[in-house]
């Protein structure tokens, strides 16, 4: 069955920056958009950012533009999140998920990992 | 970016059906068919039970359906069991290319 697999969460200091991953397998990688969702201690889900199948295309939520870049890997099969200049409002678990149909970058979202946790603290 | 408007909380018997509502706007819901439900468990992936307004992934249950009017949509949990205690949030593409979630609602299984 499809596999989706986070990485690269840990504690940054506010202001640095941090590469969260993706691994996806067990379908068409590139055959689909992908997105990233956090979710806050406490709180609820928030879409952050969105790339295309081919990643011509990305989206991001007003909380990340500027700061995040949201970018893939074809040939790997990896979605990346590239935060920067982070502050103590972007700790939370960040998941990654595949559209439920290919070719449109707005569908529902089908497959998700189990998340990956940024703490931002001093 | 605003997000979509759902009950804190929701509770049924077994056996009960509850319907749980995500108001939004025309920007939105009222303007997409990308309306879709999620059920999330502390420690779990979250799982995608409703899309496309009211069509179910594979393997989820006919005791969950969707629906919308206007600007707001519905989950229903008919014949509830005690599994389905969790947490459930909506989501809609809004026309700023950006995608909405609901703050989530807790449903209790009494």
């Known amino acids: ?122 | 970016q605003s997000g979509l408007t759902q009950p804190p909380s929701a509770s049924g018997s077994p056996g009960q059906s509850v319907t749980i509502s995500c108001t939004g706007t025309s920007s939105d819901i009222g303007g997409s068919n990308d309306v879709s439900w999620y059920q999330l468990h502390p420690g779990k992936a979250p799982k995608l039970i409703i899309y496309d307004v009211i069509k179910r992934p594979l393997g989820v249950p006919d005791r969950f359906s969707g629906s919308k009017s206007g600007n707001t949509a519905s989950l229903t949990v008919s014949g509830l069991q005690e599994e389905d205690e969790s947490d459930y949030y909506c989501c809609s593409y809004a026309v700023t290319n950006t995608l909405a979630f609901g703050g989530g609602t807790k449903l209790t299984v009494l």
């Not at chain 1, 990485?7 to 200091?13: H, L």
């Not at chain 1, 640095?16 to 609820?44: D, E, I, N, T």
């Open chain 1, 1 to 122: 069955q499809v596999q989706m697999v986070e990485s690269g969460g840990g504690v940054v200091q506010p202001g640095r920056s941090l590469r969260l991953s993706c691994s996806a397998s067990r379908y068409p990688f590139s055959s689909f958009a992908m997105h990233w969702v956090r979710q806050a201690p406490g709180k609820g889900l928030e879409w952050v950012a969105g790339i295309s199948d081919a990643g011509i295309s990305t989206y991001y939520a007003d909380s990340g533009k500027g700061r995040f870049t949201i970018s893939r890997d074809n040939s790997k099969n990896t979605l990346f999140l590239q935060m920067s200049n982070v502050t103590t409002e972007d700790t939370g678990v960040y998941f990654c998920a595949r559209v439920v149909r290919g070719g449109d970058p707005w569908t529902a979202l089908y497959n998700w990992g189990r998340g990956t946790m940024v703490t931002v603290s001093s």
